[in-house]
């Protein structure tokens, strides 16, 4: 990859590694000293749309923690602005939507996503990231069924009773939503892969709160047709919180990698996804214990693995607010070590 290490894009082709290659899903964020005197100054929008910083930010944990990937700054939502959402990322809160969807009317007026005129900033980010790295960058977005939550419920949800809703009263409506919500995620991944993304991360963050007929009668055919437009584009990440009863289905859906969250036991997941490369999947929450537990349960997820190739180390999920940084560094610091 002309001086980048590729250690993580061999794990996640499956092929044999020194070592699993790790990298923690949120890693640029408040927990990092460095990050809040950045957010002083900038919002997150700000960050997001400002090349500039985008870049500086991204760098972040790549030169503090000397994780083996960046993974673009961003928010899964920044791409529903270009679809004519009307959005806030409201802090403590999450994404709020100002005019939740409900009706055919809206799920029509999201408009097509054109990448290059909707998010010229993230392209833009990526092509200057790619001239500065020496590891892989991934590229991501938000997964359909996630993206949807959002929309239908208006924010952030605990029981997601709109979007359910959605689903078992209006099925027609409900396919239209995804199929527009799958093509525009599609186009947003495939350009940030032209732009020189090395992998790609699809967030289903929320997909967990559905059972698993439910998400193969209405999640699990349009994640098909994504992964099949994404065909071709190098290693793609297929990640969501709480779908151990669903990670069959996940595998069959797409991606070359599957994301583990922190309740999947890992020698289950090997078992029932046999060759495909996976990614995981410490409690993120362990990040506060000290340091001879966190040596512990990394060590114990290693031997789980029993030195399997495929493996890219991660946390269940992502790094929580007033994590210890120098528990963060010690876990890639055990990684580099071999225990």
């Known amino acids: 990859m002309g001086g980048v ?3 993580i894009l061999r794990a996640a082709r499956g092929e044999p590694t020194p070592r699993p290659p790790v990298w923690f899903m949120r890693q640029a964020g408040r ?6 005197r950045i957010r002083e100054r900038y919002s997150l929008v700000e960050i997001v749309r400002e090349p500039e910083l985008c870049v500086e930010v ?17 928010d899964i939502t920044t791409p529903l602005y270009g679809m004519g959402v009307d959005l806030s990322l409201v802090e403590g809160k999450g994404p709020v ?3 939740p969807i409900r009706t055919s009317e809206d799920v029509e007026a999201l408009r097509p996503l054109e990448p290059e005129e909707a998010v010229p900033f993230v392209l833009e980010s990526i092509r200057r990231l790619k001239e500065v790295l020496k590891v892989p960058l991934i590229g991501f977005a938000g997964a359909p069924f996630t993206l949807a939550s959002y929309l239908v419920e208006g924010g952030p949800s605990r029981h997601f009773l709109e979007v359910k809703g959605l689903m078992y009263r209006e099925e027609a409506l409900w396919h239209r939503l995804m199929e527009k919500l799958t093509e525009a995620m599609a186009r947003y991944l495939l350009a940030q892969k032209a732009a020189g ?23 699990k ?14 290693p793609v990440i297929h990640f969501g919180v709480g779908t151990m009863g669903l990670l069959k289905d996940m595998q069959e859906a797409g991606g070359e990698v599957i994301g583990l969250d922190h309740h999947t036991p890992l020698p289950w997941a090997r078992g029932v996804l046999g060759d495909t490369a996976v990614q995981g999947n410490l409690d993120p929450a362990l990040l506060f214990a000290p340091k001879e537990v966190i040596r512990r349960e990394v060590g114990r997820i ?5 030195g399997r190739p495929g493996h890219i180390f991660n946390l269940g999920h992502g790094i929580l607010p007033k994590t210890p940084e120098e528990h963060v560094r010690y876990v890639v610091e055990l990684l580099k070590e071999g225990r």
């Open 31 to 36: 927990y990092q000293a460095s990050y809040r």
């Open 221 to 234: 055919p349009h994640m098909e047709r994504l992964f099949g437009m994404l065909k071709g584009a190098g």
């Open 58 to 74: 991204t760098l972040l944990p790549v030169r503090e923690l000397g994780v083996d990937a960046a993974i673009l700054f961003a």
């Open 197 to 219: 993304a090395d992998l790609l991360q699809v967030f289903d963050s929320w997909v967990g709160a559905l059972a698993p007929a439910d998400y193969r009668r209405y999640v």
């Open 97 to 99: 939507i100002h005019r």
């Open 302 to 306: 290693l031997a789980e693995n029993a």
């Open 5 to 7: 290490d590729d250690l």
